[in-house]
């Protein structure tokens, strides 16, 4: 298992290397394994393709970072700031390697990291969001619309030369939502 991870590693090495060199699209399975030193066999061994890979850098790199448990307290407790603190977490991700996930975000293609990442987030806002949501029609659709919208910021900031720290995009993100909140309270009156 040690050998099979020091692979894995070592692909994903060259991986992330190449991506600051050139197109993900120009990247080739031969390109990463020449960088690497190893063979076509070891890389299709491990992953199905160049995108597999990518999507697994993220999951390793982001679990190793960020444990989902720490932002679900127990049972009946209700402290507001979990989200906001989870969030954060994951922008001090991607901005701690926003050199690569600048790239990664604009792979596009049936197995994009994009997508990828999109299908891994949808648990954590409809968690989030479950008792907000739990049995409106509509709540599937809002959960989309919000991952939607937190990718494209997550992009868009990750597009700035220089982006902000994560604890300053999200102090202000929350803010605006919850004068958005008490605007929508006020014209519901």
């Given amino acids: 298992m040690a050998g099979s991870n020091i692979t894995k590693n070592a692909l994903a090495q060259a991986m992330k290397e190449l991506m600051l060199e050139k197109k993900f699209e120009k ?3 031969t390109d990463i394994c020449n960088q690497c ?4 066999k070891s890389f299709y061994y491990h992953f199905r393709d160049k995108y597999d890979l990518v999507n697994w850098i993220f999951y390793v790199g982001f679990m190793d970072h960020v444990s989902l448990g720490d932002y679900q307290g127990d049972e009946g407790e209700n402290n507001p700031d979990r989200p906001w603190k989870l969030l954060t977490a994951v922008l001090d991700y991607f901005y701690e390697d926003r050199a ?5 975000l604009m792979i596009e293609g049936q197995n994009s990291f994009r ?3 999109h299908d891994a987030v949808i648990p954590v806002f409809q968690y989030f969001l479950f008792d907000v949501l739990d049995g409106e029609d509509y709540a599937d659709m809002f959960v989309m619309m ?3 919208a937190f990718i494209d910021a997550l992009v868009r900031w990750l597009q700035s030369d220089e ?3 994560p604890e300053e995009l999200i102090s202000g993100i929350k803010e605006m939502s919850i004068r958005l909140a008490n605007k929508i309270v006020q014209e519901n009156k």
């Fill in 27 to 29: 990247i080739s399975v």
């Fill in 37 to 40: 030193g190893m063979n076509r």
């Fill in 100 to 104: 690569f996930y600048k790239k990664a």
């Fill in 115 to 117: 997508d990828y990442f």
């Fill in 146 to 148: 919000i991952c939607d």
């Fill in 163 to 165: 982006p902000e720290r």
